[in-house]
Structures are given as structure tokens and as C-alpha cells.
């Protein structure tokens, strides 16, 4: 609730000491004429068999006490250790894996320290939970698990560290190749006019320096020892040549330099540590740490299933026990009715002032308690008036309903935060919103909260999560229910303020926004944290809890889509009719491809100099025959999510180029038609094959065909896309970045991609004559593209100054509908004709 103190960092337990209502609880008094001393002293006089069967009725509650307490003090804790040992176990195996990912030495020293702490705090209750279990089979199970896995991670460390040693190396050497470079560059000098066929011997020496750089792309170990084999190919035809024709190719008295010279680049190659026996030895390295972590998710699934024995093995043992101590109950009232017939009438009143009203009915109140808390009502008051030993007994089961309420609440709450969890969020909803006739529901998430995670670690993720519930919590009104629903979203249940008092509402979250935002210091860091809010209404949006939370989250979402973060937003009908309307779209998408509902239109790329036609970009129209056109934004989307993506992609391919080709084959001069292929593509599809499939059916030139990517590309698997983009570039086509400056930009990627052209993105180039900022990016790209030695055509240009800037700047070409929108098939076909006509005459 939003009044509650907030529960220590990760510890929801209560102190032993503490009552079912967090109170202290005072310890039992001490017993002064307890029940046998006056069971005794009633029943002296009386015959034998009646002070036997009071005896015996001694001996029932002295068990059933005694029950309560093994319960009490051996059953639960068992329990709870077992519950202990299992987070233990995760925490060990999600630990392992961050040692694997681990991006530097140092980051991998850190993360198997912390892997030796959890392990450590594994072993440590798995003792505890050895001395109090004994050394059963289930126990020596989970003992020889977790050997295993201990060793296994000792190996994965072994492994990972062996790996960071030889890349630590292997740079060393690539350090000492760049040397090697330049040295060969002041060797080779000038070439005498008169080298000839001599001039080979240096061409190997530069091949072998090459296939010596190129030692950090290889990624598996076939390419390792094909790689080793050029090389050693390669050193043989250095050797052979070098007698024959060597020293003529160089300038005089260069002979001991390139001696030297041969030397050292020959123990890079060839010698002890070499650089691809190092590779070869890191690659080694990295499957090993690979099948060590498959190991210990084998390990995992194990060491889960044996504690799931143990756990059930210890709820039998409490559930006996229970059963137990009711039944001993029950003949303890049976042993003194016997007692109670049997014994005179000076007995009778005797046992009625001694037994009936000071123990029996205490029993029955204490069995009463005992039947509520079996049916699951843990506020269920148990007496404990008196100072005997039925007293001792009330204290005793008041313990084990406190620790069953502690369960509960365990398996209400969440672990992290000490919120309400999922079901605690749904009977809120049933609860708290039935009895109001109406509130609210918050669905909250964080802003970048997976950056936080991936730049600081999962550890300070957590700790930013515990503030935010904190935060929550001071700031919730009292008698609002704050909840964690998983991950980085929270959720809050508001009674009694319906869509009627919505600006209310909003009001109301914006000061939790405002909460939110201050900064978190985490360990000497200080984090910025935003929150997105979405809000449903019951019951005016639903009455069920998945409903309303459905739709708040819908909110939320819309909120994201229409913001930069920190926004709020109110769910309306039309939210579920665009999702309705995506999924619409995706049902009908197959169909739309199989019809052939889609079509081509072809924007027109300038040469802005001259103002001629010089290309075209082909753009994917879907006309549906009830819906009209659908724009591509709808349904591009859809199509990647849902994977059609790869048959729309190919069919766009495919047709751009067979009317490119029909183009030419009509008369119309050569123009380069662009398309792009999506991302989803790459994942999915060999791009590869399907272009070259395109290029073969339609029988257009490699040279008249543009594959457009975006920067976005490389971020899914680098190692994939940029073989496939070597195999492009090897069919001949053209490769160009699209939307360039919108996403990652990294010159990195740009020197290893080698594509031909960049597109600056319209977003720039729209607002840049009113915005300097824009200016200064779009020159910036225009100089990274003449120093790579780029082409950059500029989209968006729909005006004169755009087209006047893009001249002066000294960019080439552009896109836009200053010269033309996109176009059928047939109106290209006029535009260019028109083109050249313009141009004849």
C-alpha cells in the first residue's frame, strides 16, 4: 500500500519475534499452577484409572506441543532454506553466463568474483540445509550437482581467461605487423624501371602481410587453417623468389634492412606464439568456455529438479505434522470427556471449574484457530491468556501462523522491491476497485532502463528498480496499491477516481513523474530515470484485471510512439482499433502478397548539377481492394514482425529489376534502380542468393542495380551481414546506406561495410534551412563521405534552396519532389523521355 515503510534490499522476512500483524510479540509468560499440577491435586481422591487417563490426556498436549514446535523450529526453516537454496542456484547460474560476455579482462575479473560470491553463498546453504535435512540421497544429489557445476565454471573461467591472454597477445602482434607495414613501405620505395617480373617477389611479401592482417576476421576454425595454409603458401613463394630476383627489386644496399625484415615477419607467420596459432588457440578457447556454459544450463535444469524433491519432501513432513497435532487435539478432547463420564460428581465439578473452563475451552478455541489457519485464514486471532501450558501452546501455533503468513506473503510479493506482485495486483483490481465502484489503473514503465542494465550491469539495475518502488510508494495516495508486474514495469491500482476526474488523474502522475525524474545515486553514479505512464478506468474500460492492465499498457505504448519518454497517456477505443488494425493487416498480408495487391512506384534521382536523370529509387505500394492504398509505414512493420518481410522483399527485388531491364530493352538510357532490403531480411534470408536470383531471371546487369541498407543492419549479426554484403559487392551491384545519420553512424562500420554511397535522411535536409544544427550535420556527412571517397545523394529536397545548398556544397545528387514524386511505371517512363528530349534539344 502506499503508506507502507519499505522493506529492506532484497529481505521481505519478519523477525521471529514479530506477531502476524508486525508487532512485537511478548515471550510466553511463565507457567504457575499449570494444568497438572491441577489435574493432580482435582484427581487425587479419584480411583487409578482416572489419574492414568489424566496423565495420558498430559502426554496428548505435550505432543501436539511438541509437534508445533518441530514445525516451528525444524520444518519451516527447512523450508525457507530450501526456497533460499533455490535463489542461490539461479543466482549462480545467470552469473555464469555474464563471464562469457564479459568485454574486457578487467570486466572478467569482476565477473568471477562475482561468481565465486555465489557460489560461495550457495555452498554456505546447502550446508546449512545438509545439517538440518541429514544426509539424505535427495541432499548428496544436489551436493553432487553442484560439484559438477563448480566445476564447470571453473573451467569456464579458466577457458575465459585463457581467451583474454591470447587476444592480449595477439593485438601485441598485430601492433608489431602495422610495424611491418610501414617498414615494407620504406623498403619498397620506387621500383627500378628495368624490375620487370622481379617486382613479384614484393608482390608476395605484400600478399603475405595482408593474409597476416586479415588473422582478426577469422571467425571459425576452417577459416584459421585455410588461413594457415595461404600463409605457409605464400612464405614458400617469398623463399623461392627471394634468391632468384629479391634484391633486384629493391633500391640499393637495402639487403640486410629486408633480411631483417623477413626475419621478424617469418616469426610472426611461422615461429613459436605465432599469430594464428594464437587465433586458432583464442577460437579453442571460446568453444570451450561455449560448452562449459551448456554445461551448467544442463546443471541448472538438474539441480532444480533435485531441490524440487527436497521442497516436496518438506512440505509432506509439515503437512504430517499438521495432521498430526489436530488429531492429537481431537483425542485430547475425546480423553477428557471419558475422564469427565466416569469420575463422581465431586469429579464432575471439578473437572468442569478445572479442566472444563480453564483447558477445554481454550482447546477448542486453539482447534478452531488450528481448522481457520489450515483453510487458509491467517488473520484468524489465536487466545493466549494463561500462563500454563495450553498458553504455550497458543504461542506455538501463533508462530507457525506467522510463518505461514510470511510464505504467503513471500509468494505475493516481489522479491526485489517488496511490492505486490501479479496476483497481488489482481486481487487489488477484484478488491479495491469492486468495493470503490470504480479508480484507475497506472501501467508505469521505465525509459532505458535496458541501457542502464547493459552499461552499468544487472546489479545497479536492480538497485535503480528499488528506488523507483521506494519512490512510488512515498508518493502513492493512501489506499493506492503500488505493484511490479516484472522487468521495469510497475503498476498502480487508484480507487474512486474515475474518467470523470481525469485531469485529476494526470495531475496525480505527473508528480509521480516529477518524483521519478530526480536522479539516483547508485555507488558513486548518478542515474537519470524516466518513466512512461498509460491509465484505463474501471469500469468503464473493463472489469477484469488483465483487461484494464491490457489496455493501460496500450496507453503506455501510445504514449512512447507519440513521445520522447516521460509522457503520459489516456487509453481510448482507438488504441485497440489500430491494434486491431495491425493484426487485421497482418492477416491479410500473405493474401495482399499471393493477389498481387502491390505494386512499384519509382522516384526519380538527379544529378544536381546538371538536373538530369541518372537513377530512380523503387518504393512498394499496397493498393487493397476494400481498404484502398495502405501507406508503407502501416504495413512494413507488420510485415517484419511477422516475418513476410523476406517474400515482399524478394517480390520488390525482382520487379525492380525486370522493369529496369524492360526499361533499357525500350530504349531508355542506362539508370540505376535502388532498393532496399530490410534488416529482418538479412536474419531470415540469404539476400545473396535471392538479388542474384533477381538479377539472373530479369537479365539486367549487376551495374544497374542499388541495395540500399540501413545503418541498423549491422547491429543484428555483424559476422552474417557482412558476409553477406562481400557476396553483394562480389555479384557487382552497388551498395549505399540509407537513412544515414539516424542511427549508429560509427566510422567503424562505415570502413568495414565499403559500401558506394550514402543518403542523407530527409529528416535533415527538410528543417536544415531553419535549423543550423541540421546544417552542420549534413555538411559533416557530406566531408566523411569525401574522405571515404563516397557518392551522397540528399532526400528530401523539395525546394529550390534545399537544391541551390546541396550544389554549393559540392554534393552530386538528390531526391525529392523539387524534381519529381514517385512515379508509375508508365509516368517514369514519360519523365525520363521528356528528360532527354529537354537534354537533344
Known sequence: MAGAAAPPHRSLAVPDSASHDGAAMPPPPAPQFGIRAKL????????????????????????????????????IPTLV???????RSNALIASAASVVFAGSEAELAAESARVAQAEDAFIATHRRLRDAMGATPAVRKVAEVSGRISASLALLRSAMRQRWELAARQARQLEQLDVLHQEYRMLVGEPAADAGARWTFLTEINRLLVLLGSVRDAATATEVEHLRRKVAATLDAVDRLRDRQGGDALAPGAAEALDSFLRRLRRLAEGEGNLIDLRARERQARAVAAARLVDLQAHSAALDSAISVLSRTAQRRI??????????????????????????????????????????????????????????????????????????????????????????????????????????????????LGTAQGGAVLYLNLDGFKDINDTFGHSTGDRVLVAVAERLRRRARPGDVVTRLGGDDFALVIPAMTEAHEDLLVNYVEQLSQGLGQPVDVEGLTIEVKGTFGISFHPRDGRRPQDLLQRAEMAMHDAKRHGAGGGVSVYAPRMSEQQQERKAIRGELRRAIENRQFSLVYQPKIDIASGRCVGMEALVRWDHPQRGRIRPDQFIPVAERSGLIAPLGEW???????????????????????????????????????VARALRDSGLQPRHLEVEITESV????????????????????????DDFGTGYSSLSYLK??????????????????????????????????????????????????????????????????????????????????????????
Open 652 to 690: 520488390v527485388m525482382r520487379e525492380a529489376c525486370r522493369q529496369n531491364k524492360a526499361w533499357l530493352d525500350a530504349g531508355l538510357p542506362p539508370l540505376k534502380v535502388a532498393v532496399n532490403v530490410s534488416a529482418v531480411q538479412f536474419l531470415c534470408q540469404d539476400v545473396v542468393e535471392m
Open 81 to 87: 532454506e530450501l526456497s533460499r537454496l533455490a535463489q
Open 752 to 841: 568495414r561495410l565499403r559500401v558506394h554511397c550514402l543518403k542523407i535522411d530527409q529528416s535533415f535536409v527538410r528543417e536544415m534551412l531553419r535549423n543550423d544544427e541540421d546544417v552542420r550535420i549534413t555538411r559533416a556527412i557530406l566531408n566523411i563521405a569525401r574522405d571515404f571517397g563516397l557518392e551522397v545523394v540528399a532526400e528530401g529536397i523539395e525546394t529550390a534552396d534545399h537544391a541551390a545548398f546541396f550544389k554549393a556544397e559540392g554534393c552530386h545528387l538528390g531526391q525529392g519532389y523539387f524534381w519529381g514524386k514517385p512515379m508509375s511505371p508508365v509516368d517514369f517512363h514519360g519523365y525520363v523521355s521528356r528528360d532527354l528530349a529537354a537534354a537533344a534539344s
Open 40 to 75: 493432580w491435586a482435582a484427581f487425587l481422591a479419584i480411583a487409578g484409572a482416572t489419574a492414568l487417563v489424566s496423565v495420558l490426556a498430559w502426554a496428548t498436549f505435550s505432543n501436539t506441543a511438541g509437534t508445533l514446535d518441530r514445525i516451528t523450529g525444524e520444518r
Open 319 to 432: 503437512d504430517a505434522d499438521r495432521d498430526a497435532a489436530t488429531d492429537a487435539l481431537g483425542r485430547s478432547k475425546i480423553t477428557l470427556a471419558l475422564v469427565a463420564g466416569a469420575a463422581m460428581l465431586a469429579a464432575l465439578l471439578i473437572a468442569w471449574l478445572y479442566v472444563g473452563r480453564s483447558v477445554v475451552r481454550r482447546l477448542t478455541k486453539l482447534d478452531h484457530s488450528m481448522r481457520a489457519i489450515a483453510a487458509g485464514d491467517l488473520d484468524h486471532p489465536i487466545p493466549v491468556g494463561g500462563r500454563d501450558e495450553v498458553t504455550a501452546m497458543g504461542y506455538a501455533l501463533t508462530t507457525f501462523r506467522d510463518a505461514m503468513a510470511r510464505v504467503a506473503h513471500l509468494a505475493r510479493h516481489d522479491g526485489l522491491t517488496g511490492l505486490g506482485n501479479t496476483l497481488a495486483f489482481e486481487d487489488a483490481v477484484a478488491h479495491t
Open 714 to 737: 549491422i547491429m543484428t549479426d555483424a559476422a552474417k551481414v557482412m558476409r553477406m554484403l562481400d557476396g553483394l559487392r562480389d555479384l557487382g551491384v552497388s551498395l549505399a546506406i
